[in-house]
């Protein structure tokens, strides 16, 4: 991001040397509220914060720029909600920076910006429905971090802009207090030019600031499943943000699972958090660390960029991994259709089944994610090897087969096959088992409505009336209810994607007539990314 900057990226500022001091900066824009470092050694990546018109900020890393250290030791925990808290209102529209300040601010700082152009851009007006990636917001308007932080994508960038440096200041110090963003370029100005010709010391000030949303869920937020503390972060010889997922402090276990069992006693609560971080939590990172290890190792090569990357596993004195960290599959780049999504998401299905031999289980839509490189998966938390087993009495056998009775997957396949719904017997047979069939399932499902993941509007083309919809549903449900049971044609991952292949050369040769079949059944709702099924398994398990 070509912006100006301020004071001395990788040096650590005194509040008593700082001073506002308007400076030219070299292309010809001007930049405010410096910070110079004299007669101090540079501190490389230990910067705690960049001085500004007397106000501290915590500056945060970025790919080639922003070269500070993380503050991981700033990520505090968060309790959920009492229950029977009043339910929040709606959020109110929030307004937008004017067309022409638009246009200055991204001509002047996002020109050179590669996760501003190369198909990351997507501000409101570029998104149906959906979270954009770029905010611009005049700070005037008594915005909120909380209200930003929830009309942002995972990862995107807010830009507060203002005419009055105090603004800028205030509100920019107020979401680097609160958690969940960081900032990386602290308040700074450039000039409006006049007539756009760049004649010195003539011009409006604009002055901004842009901070980024790093958390994956809202301080205080609480979902229906216990996850990871999850945030984007940095790790020593990688450029730019990855994903940093630990396992969570036994205070924010305890305050799960005191919101979700309100009438249990205190005791109670800490002897099954206790289980939780010590237990099932680190026994699950630990194994997905090695399941991302055996990806990279056996996934053909092309496809191996659709799945996460181990880039380092922190480890506790056991040799349990507390902390995981991963390369980050952010949604973006262009619009894909549906078939497309389908076609993509079968293909990788299929080389993870057959040549890498793991099964995910958990393929929820917000275990999906729509990169640059293609439709992609996350989350192996609760992956197993093709054919693995396990000890009968051991922790890992009562996890697996708990997940396989009580998880999201398997309870929507038992009430579709009570249903009917589900005639093939190659599914039905995956019912409350660790088997292909059920990531085969599930992907049926939700090929039919990708977005239902709101991170998908805007990122894949989908009509539920028009024919590329309806003669998916005519496969699915082939899938689903094969005209005989006894000889269904689809059993397997591959199975499906020559169907979509098959599928997608009619679509080629003109309009199919629509199928006469019903649409097939609703799938399970999205619940959180980097949700832990198993959690659900242990509340219910009584651990």
């Given at each position: 991001?070509n912006?100006p900057?301020?004071?001395?990226?990788?040096?650590r500022?005194?509040?008593?040397?700082?001073?506002?001091?308007?400076?030219?900066?070299?292309?010809?824009i001007?930049i405010?509220w410096?910070?110079?470092v004299a007669?101090s050694?540079?501190v490389?990546?230990?910067?705690?914060?960049?001085?500004?018109?007397?106000v501290?900020?915590?500056?945060?890393?970025?790919?080639?720029?922003f070269?500070?250290q993380?503050?991981?030791?700033?990520m505090?925990?968060?309790?959920?909600p009492?229950p029977?808290?009043?339910p929040q209102?709606?959020p109110?529209k929030?307004?937008?920076?004017?067309?022409v300040l638009?246009?200055?601010?991204?001509?002047?700082?996002?020109?050179?910006?590669?996760?501003y152009?190369?198909?990351?851009?997507?501000?409101?007006?570029?998104?149906?429905?959906?979270l954009p990636?770029?905010?611009?917001l005049?700070a005037?308007?008594?915005?909120?971090?909380?209200e930003?932080?929830?009309?942002?994508?995972?990862?995107?960038?807010?830009?507060?802009v203002?005419?009055?440096?105090?603004?800028?200041?205030d509100?920019?110090?107020?979401?680097?207090?609160?958690?969940?963003?960081?900032?990386?370029?602290?308040?700074?100005w450039?000039?409006q030019?006049?007539?756009?010709?760049p004649?010195?010391?003539?011009?409006?000030?604009?002055?901004?600031a842009?901070?980024?949303?790093?958390?994956l869920?809202?301080?205080?937020?609480?979902?229906?499943?216990?996850?990871?503390?999850?945030?984007?972060g940095?790790?020593?010889?990688t450029?730019g943000y990855?994903?940093?997922k630990?396992?969570?402090?036994?205070?924010?276990?305890?305050?799960?699972l005191?919101?979700?069992?309100?009438?249990?006693s205190?005791?109670?609560?800490h002897?099954?958090?206790?289980?939780f971080?010590?237990?099932?939590?680190?026994?699950l990172?630990?194994?997905?660390?090695?399941?991302?290890d055996?990806?990279q190792?056996?996934?053909?090569?092309?496809l191996r960029?659709?799945?996460p990357?181990c880039?380092?596993a922190e480890?506790d004195a056991?040799g349990f991994?507390?902390?995981?960290?991963?390369?980050?599959?952010r949604?973006?780049?262009?619009?894909i259709s549906?078939?497309?999504?389908?076609?993509q998401?079968a293909e990788l299905?299929?080389?993870?089944?057959?040549?890498?031999?793991?099964?995910?289980l958990?393929?929820?839509?917000?275990?999906?994610?729509?990169?640059?490189?293609?439709v992609?998966?996350?989350?192996?938390g609760?992956?197993?090897?093709d054919r693995?087993?396990?000890?009968?009495?051991s922790?890992?056998?009562t996890?697996?087969?708990e997940?396989m009775?009580?998880?999201?997957?398997?309870?929507?396949?038992?009430?579709l096959?009570?249903?009917?719904q589900?005639t093939?017997?190659?599914?039905?047979?995956a019912l409350?088992?660790v088997?292909?069939?059920?990531?085969?399932f599930?992907?049926t499902l939700?090929?039919?409505?990708?977005?239902?993941?709101?991170?998908?509007?805007?990122?894949?083309?989908?009509?539920?009336?028009?024919?590329?919809a309806?003669c998916?549903r005519?496969?699915?449900?082939?899938?689903?209810?094969?005209?005989?049971p006894a000889r269904?044609?689809?059993?397997?991952?591959?199975?499906?994607l020559?169907g979509?292949?098959?599928l997608?050369?009619?679509?080629?040769h003109g309009?199919?007539?629509?199928?006469s079949?019903?649409?097939?059944?609703?799938?399970a709702?999205?619940?959180?990314?980097?949700?832990?099924?198993?959690?659900?398994?242990?509340?219910?398990?009584g651990?």
């Open positions: 991001m912006c900057r301020l004071g001395m990226w990788g040096e500022p005194t509040a008593a040397r700082a001073v506002q001091a308007p400076t030219e900066h070299e292309n010809g001007s405010g410096v910070a110079p007669d050694p540079p490389s990546r230990k910067v705690t914060g960049v001085i500004a018109s007397g501290e900020f915590p500056v945060a890393p970025h790919a080639s720029i070269r500070t993380w503050r991981m030791d700033q505090a925990d968060h309790t959920a009492a029977g808290a009043k209102r709606p109110r929030l307004a937008a920076v004017n067309g638009l246009k200055l601010i991204e001509q002047r700082c996002f020109a050179d910006d590669p996760e152009q190369n198909g990351l851009r997507m501000t409101p007006s570029d998104v149906t429905g959906g990636y770029h905010l611009f005049p005037e308007a008594a915005i909120s971090p909380e930003v932080f929830s009309a942002l994508r995972w990862g995107g960038r807010a830009v507060l203002a005419a009055q440096p105090g603004v800028i200041t509100l920019a110090q107020r979401f680097s207090r609160w958690e969940g963003w960081v900032l990386e370029q602290p308040p700074a450039i000039r030019r006049p007539w756009g010709l004649l010195p010391g003539l011009g409006r000030r604009v002055h901004y842009v901070l980024r949303k790093v958390d869920m809202k301080p205080g937020e609480t979902t229906d499943r216990f996850t990871y503390f999850t945030r984007l940095h790790v020593e010889s450029d990855v994903v940093v630990r396992v969570p402090t036994l205070d924010r276990v305890v305050a799960r005191r919101y979700k069992f309100p009438e249990l205190l005791e109670d609560l002897r099954r958090a206790r289980k971080t010590d237990k099932i939590f680190p026994v990172l630990t194994r997905e660390a090695a399941m991302l055996i990806l190792r056996d996934m053909p090569e092309p960029e659709r799945v990357r880039l380092k480890k056991r991994v507390h902390t995981l960290y991963m390369n980050w599959l949604n973006g780049g262009r619009e549906q078939l497309q999504f389908a076609l998401s299905l299929t080389a993870l089944h057959e040549t890498a031999g793991v099964l995910h958990d393929l929820r839509l917000d275990n999906f994610v729509i990169t640059q490189r293609g992609g998966f996350i989350d192996f609760s992956s197993v090897r693995e087993t396990f000890a009968p009495t922790l890992l056998a996890l697996f087969q997940m009775r009580t998880c999201q997957v398997q309870r929507t396949l038992d009430r096959c009570q249903q009917g589900v093939n017997p190659v599914l039905r047979g409350h088992r088997d292909k069939a059920v990531d085969l599930h992907l939700l090929i039919n409505k990708p977005t239902a993941q709101p991170e998908f509007k805007g990122l894949v083309r989908y009509d539920p009336a028009g024919p590329e309806q998916i005519n496969l699915t449900d082939e899938v689903l209810r094969p005209p005989d269904p044609r689809y059993r397997t991952a591959r199975d499906l020559n979509l292949r098959r997608e050369k009619d679509l080629a309009p199919i007539a629509p199928p079949s019903p649409p097939p059944p609703d799938g709702e999205s619940s959180g990314p980097f949700a832990s099924h198993s959690s659900d398994t242990i509340a219910v398990m651990m």
